[in-house]
């Protein structure tokens, strides 16, 4: 069974729903809940960078080409991720220091003022460096439920959006 590395993490083959030259998609071990309502799915997809290794995983230490695969990739995702999840924009989230992109599904209204969003992102962040990235606050899904969502979304991917 192919496996990719995510940090500390394996990531199955069956969690991972596009790949690139660079870069793959994968579904949320534990997706962040946010409580807005109307959020599509309230789950943030990860998109990140692939394991050629470079000196250190922060985006500075990225090539060009990295750095371009990510956010052709982002955008692709992003388009997918948006009707699929009935979104009407999305929120980017871009994680420098260990490379990797959230794209978050967003509805007009899910959140009274827009920016509050990023209040949010900010005291989930503060709750996972307090008490870990794997806190216990945060439910793991089943390998059942990753692998049916990367799934349904995967063939998007092999038929929708071909790479360019």
């Known amino acids: 069974m192919k496996t ?3 940090g500390p993490h394996v990531v199955r ?3 991972v729903f596009y790949h690139s ?7 949320n071990l534990k997706p962040i809940a946010l409580r807005a ?13 692939d394991e050629r290794r470079v000196t250190g995983l922060a985006l500075n230490a990225r090539t060009g080409s990295q750095v371009c695969d990510l956010m052709l990739s982002t955008q692709k995702i992003g388009r997918v991720i948006e009707r699929e999840y009935n979104g009407s924009s999305l ?6 220091r260990h490379t990797h992109v959230h794209v978050i599904p967003r509805r007009f209204g899910d959140w009274a003022n827009n920016d509050d969003i990023y209040k949010e992102l900010d005291q989930v ?3 996972s460096t307090l008490h870990d990235v794997d806190n216990e606050g945060r439910k ?3 390998l059942e439920e990753m692998k ?4 349904r979304l995967r063939v998007f991917f092999e038929h929708v959006y071909p790479d360019e």
């Open 140 to 142: 793991p899904r089943s």
């Open 125 to 127: 962040k503060e709750a």
């Open 91 to 96: 929120t980017i989230a871009i994680q420098v």
């Open 37 to 49: 309502r109307g959020t599509p799915t309230g789950r943030a997809k990860i998109l990140r960078s």
């Open 148 to 151: 049916e969502e990367a799934d």
């Open 21 to 27: 030259k660079l870069c793959i998609g994968l579904v």
């Open 4 to 6: 990719h590395l995510f």
């Open 13 to 15: 083959e069956s969690e």
